[in-house]
């Protein structure tokens, strides 16, 4: 039964009549005619579409059907088919440019100008070729299906013959053979490093250390002696694979796990391919080479690690939490808010009962609102840890929006700093006792107490993320900062602390900072140029660090002369709270009816001692606070 069909033959033709004719060609104005036309309700159970994709040439019309498919079934080889991964683009339905215009099952359709220029380059000249695209093959009008079709991802690019990325067309074919030509070189040292580095460990080492070294490095295992082949910082192809990763495609949730889940995946790019390990080997690198992409193509590094997630999880290297996912593509995104969930979702985790690779978590509902699915999540996450450390990765934009619960992450949001407390243990000795409010179900009401309720100092808030600010008066400006807030008497170290938010690095790195540090009390003036010489060096990776722990954050002071970091949007009135359960301390905000605001986690290094943490919970007289946080 199809649906939304006009009700008999003569609506269809005055619909067919709308048609537009422009420059010889026919075009069906995508307002007039429904899109649910052409699609048959699936069957029950495990059922997809396939598109059938007709050959021809270039330049010729595409003509194609959908075939139901039924997953459950064991297929002869003529029914195998790849699966394509790609994004939408920008698709307004006024602008001619951004659609192309196909023939599927009989009827014209209209269809996004990317999907429109993979489907011509990916179309064979003289056989039929199958293809999957969830654009055509899921009836996205229809909400219900789309939440059925999206528990069935995992098993479509399980079962694809091969995942084609494509990336879209390039502007030039320099462009497209710098990058590769790059990726290939990286990939090919890289290679022949990993197997002088089995060879070593097997010689010399006895086995004693891991192995594959390509990943390995990503986790600061030493090279094998005599290897010293690295690009040059000068090479321009450098900046060309920054610019591949700041292609739309690598900004994509859903990328992850169709590529991550794939059999075998290729990347096209413009006429040029390459296979998509090859692609994690490349970001493998850039993950070590930090100092070298900051101020080039920081987004490029962003997603890059999109890249190089996909790649861990064809190897096998899952150990990863569903909240340690939504961290590592907190800059993706998707179309519709709630697949910045669902997208991942397909991806097996380290919980045995939470998430391996099926919809155990959530169900998909697509007709449910962004606020009800992110509220949902959160309050799995919170009783599934039995910690409130998911707390940790909540990070408000210029104000704390008053139609959202103010505890819950909104993951569509493009952090500006890092996150506080995620790999801590719940501090104390207390279990939480985080439960929703019956007053509303919006609220959670967790228990905890007040450490202080007045800030002698706040300096003025750290500079935002801008890509294009100069790194080093950024690091003069954070200074200035920290020096508002701080004691004479207390010691380089001390701000050293609060600026790495307690993660020091007693290496090269670290002695580097501290004699910068000094330098900064001498001449203050001169951290633009040490901070511009330094950032080749161990240091300069160590005061990323630092950057990442500061942008939009402020250093505040409280009454009782404890010194923390929290987030930028604090401000007299707010309080300083330990929550039970919670891995770090946290601004709350007091508002009406006694209830409170979520401002955010913050650092303090007085509280980083447990056991100085429960004597001064035990000499205040163990008084316990229910806070309501809505």
């Not at 654009?135 to 909400?143: F, K, M, R, S």
């Not at 070590?288 to 690690?305: A, P």
């Not at 202080?452 to 500079?463: D, G, R």
């Amino acid at each position: 039964m199809q649906a939304d069909v006009p009700s008999d033959e003569d609506s269809v033709k005055t619909v067919l009549e709308k048609n537009l004719v422009l420059d010889g060609n026919r075009y069906l104005d995508p307002c007039a005619f429904p899109r649910a036309f052409m699609y048959i309700s699936l069957p029950k159970g495990n059922w997809i579409r396939i598109l059938e994709l007709q050959p021809g040439g270039l330049n010729d019309p595409i003509h194609c059907s959908l075939i139901p498919h039924d997953l459950d079934y064991d297929y002869e080889i003529d029914t195998d088919f790849d699966a394509l991964s790609y994004t939408w683009g920008i698709q307004r339905p006024d602008v001619k440019e951004d659609w192309g215009h196909i023939i599927c099952n009989n009827s014209h359709k209209a269809i996004g100008q990317n999907l429109f220029e993979a489907l011509k380059v990916f179309r064979l000249p003289d056989e039929s070729r199958l293809i999957w695209a969830d654009a055509l093959c899921i009836n996205q009008d229809d909400l219900r299906e789309r939440s059925s079709q999206v528990q069935l991802m995992r098993r479509i690019y399980e079962q694809a013959s091969r995942t084609i990325v494509w990336i879209g067309n390039a502007e030039s074919s320099i462009e497209v053979h710098g990058a590769l030509s790059m990726i290939c070189e990286l990939a090919l040292h890289l290679q022949r490093a990993d197997k002088e580095y089995k060879d070593y460990v097997t010689s010399t080492l006895k086995g004693t250390k891991p192995h594959f070294w390509i990943w390995n490095k990503c986790f600061v295992v030493d090279p094998p002696e005599g290897y010293d082949w690295e690009p040059s910082n000068g090479d321009p192809r450098l900046l060309l694979i920054y610019q591949l990763f700041n292609k739309d495609w690598f900004n994509r949730v859903w990328v992850i796990q169709e590529v991550a889940l794939a059999r075998d995946a290729v990347v096209r790019w413009g006429a040029g391919s390459v296979n998509c390990d090859w692609l994690g080997f490349a970001a493998a690198w850039m993950r070590e080479h930090t100092s070298l992409i900051w101020g080039r193509s920081e987004w490029g590094f962003f997603t890059s690690e999109h890249a190089f997630l996909m790649q861990m999880y064809r190897m096998g290297c899952n150990n990863y939490t569903f909240t340690n996912l939504l961290l590592h593509t907190r800059y993706a995104k998707a179309t519709d808010p709630k697949d910045r969930i669902y997208g991942l979702m397909g991806l097996a985790t380290i919980e045995p009962d939470l998430c391996q690779g099926e919809f155990t978590m959530l169900l998909p509902d697509y007709e449910k609102s962004k606020v009800e699915v992110y509220t949902a999540l959160a309050k799995k996450l919170i009783c599934h840890y039995k910690d409130l450390r998911l707390l940790s990765s909540v990070s408000h934009d210029f104000k704390i929006d008053d139609t959202w619960p103010s505890w819950v992450p909104d993951w569509t949001k493009t952090p500006g700093t890092s996150f506080i407390g995620h790999e801590n243990r719940p501090m104390g000795e207390w279990s939480p006792s985080a439960y929703s409010s019956p007053l509303s179900p919006w609220s959670l009401a967790v228990e905890g107490f007040i450490v202080s309720s007045s800030f002698e100092k706040l300096s003025a808030p750290n500079p935002e993320h801008v890509i294009t600010q100069p790194k080093g008066e950024v690091v003069l400006s954070i200074l200035k900062n920290l020096t508002v807030v701080h004691k004479s008497g207390d010691g380089i170290e001390a701000k050293a602390e609060m600026l790495v938010v307690g993660e020091s690095q007693r290496g090269s790195g670290y002695r580097n900072f501290m004699r910068f540090l000094r330098l900064c009390q001498k001449d203050a003036q001169s951290i633009s140029a040490a901070y511009d010489d330094a950032i080749d060096t161990p240091f300069g990776d160590f005061m990323l660090d630092v950057l990442g722990n500061c942008y939009n954050r402020r250093f505040f002071r409280t009454a009782e002369g404890m010194v923390g970091l929290g987030p930028g949007k604090m401000e007299e009135g707010d309080v300083l709270c330990l929550l039970f359960g919670a891995t770090v301390p946290y601004i709350l905000r007091p508002v009406e009816d006694g209830r409170y605001r979520l401002v955010g986690p913050c650092y303090v290094h007085d509280l980083l001692d447990d056991d100085g943490v429960m004597q001064m919970w035990r000499d205040g007289g163990e008084k316990r606070t229910m806070f309501e946080i809505y």
